[in-house]
């Protein structure tokens, strides 16, 4: 799977978990859609290799969703669409103080 392949997944994810945004990385301060949105990332690789050669890179990639309580309908929602393509995650679910909101954060790799 693509990080472009990726992208349409989260296209999905947008529709289905009913966020008012999704972006890659990050928005502008003061350019955030109201809660809930939701940024994906892939900040680094896990490459195959052997004889000095990679034969894959496998993409980490982590979704944030921000949401103001925690939404148990939308985390279903997100990990419904993972499922459906194959995707296996970890979940964390944090309170952000500074931000008064919840972020639950998904770590995979594709």
Known sequence: MTLTDFADIMDEIKTDAHLNGV???FYP???APAL????W???SNDPFGADDVTYYAANDVEIEMLTEHRD???EAAIEADLTK???FYQKTV????DEKCYQT???MEI
């Open 23 to 25: 972006v890659y990385d």
């Open 29 to 31: 301060e003061g350019a």
């Open 36 to 39: 809930p949105f939701a940024a």
């Open 41 to 43: 990332r892939s900040p």
């Open 72 to 74: 148990t309908t939308k």
């Open 85 to 87: 393509h194959g995707i």
């Open 94 to 97: 944090t309170y952000l103080d």
């Open 105 to 107: 954060l998904y770590e």
